[in-house]
């Protein structure tokens, strides 16, 4: 199983060990007590007061800071009396916020994980195809028009290959006579689907035809193609580390999930075969 890979195993354990904590430090139940008694503390404050220097760059003065105290304060007595009336029960919204707040740990846990190179180097050849350097082509092609006969393709293909004037063949066109080395999706964007997966196709230096475009019939001369590569991790390696951290934090996700799941009977409609 993928989750017992490392370093996906070491996720998962600290994934744990972080939601315990917070098992134990927040409490089931509140008694009346605790809950008609609001505190802030110096650490309280000192979080206001660089949650306002982080916005504004500079530190709150003192009327200011009295003010996130107070409006601190305000905050919680309105959730609490909110959750007394039960206000935080059955609505989506806060349900969902909840939701992200765990998913927000969760990518928390896999963000603070900093990866070896090897493991960076195996997510990379697993996902080769997606770091893929595109296929780059570079040519020459001269228009001939929507339907040439097969004399007039014919002639015109010799006189290319013969280097003789050109000057008077083709048809009317606003395409490129020629292309510097572009990939393959530029060169479609230009020249319709499919043409570049025809002159990628044909021997380089060498006049071709007849090939064709979205607009009609061509005749190419195929300057150089740079196939696709896979860059060395130490080119991508930013990219690579970003995207093995989110495929990470979706399995930790999932196996977290499932995890405290276990904890709960879940009783629900079996719908696999409703669809249609």
């Not at 009327?63 to 609505?91: H, M």
């Not at 006579?177 to 499919?194: D, H, K, N």
Request: glycine share 6%; net charge negative; charged share 25%.
């Amino acid at each position: 199983m993928r989750v017992l890979k490392e370093p996906l195993l070491h996720f998962f354990l600290i994934g744990a060990a972080i939601f315990v904590w917070f098992h134990i430090v927040a409490p089931e139940s509140e008694s009346v007590e605790d809950f008609e008694k609001i505190t802030l503390d110096e650490n309280d404050v000192a979080l206001l007061s660089a949650r306002f220097e982080a916005q504004w760059k500079r530190p709150p003065s003192d009327a200011e800071l009295k003010a996130l105290v107070d409006a601190s304060i305000r905050e919680e007595v309105l959730v609490r009396e909110a959750r007394q009336l039960g206000l935080d029960r059955g609505d989506p919204l806060i349900r969902t916020r909840l939701s992200q707040k765990m998913d927000y740990l969760t990518e928390a846990i896999a963000t603070s994980i900093v990866p070896n190179d090897e493991d960076l180097e195996v997510f990379l050849q697993e996902n080769a195809e997606r770091y893929a350097t595109p296929v780059m082509v570079a040519f020459n092609q001269v228009f001939l028009g929507e339907e040439p006969g097969e004399a007039e393709i014919e002639k015109a293909l010799a006189s290319l290959r013969a280097k003789q004037d050109i000057s008077d063949l083709g048809g009317s066109t606003l395409l490129p006579a020629s292309m510097p080395l572009s990939a393959t999706r530029v060169v479609e964007s230009v020249f319709g689907g499919g043409f570049s997966k025809s002159i990628t196709e044909v021997e380089t230096g060498q006049w071709t035809g007849p090939i064709r475009s979205g607009y009609g019939i061509h005749l190419v001369e195929v300057v150089a193609v740079e196939p696709s590569r896979t860059p060395p991790l130490a080119e991508i390696h930013n990219t690579v580390l970003r995207d093995w951290r989110r495929a990470m934090s979706e399995d930790l996700a999932q196996a977290q999930y499932q995890s405290l799941a276990e904890k709960y009977e879940i009783v629900a409609p079996d719908l696999s075969g409703s669809a249609k």
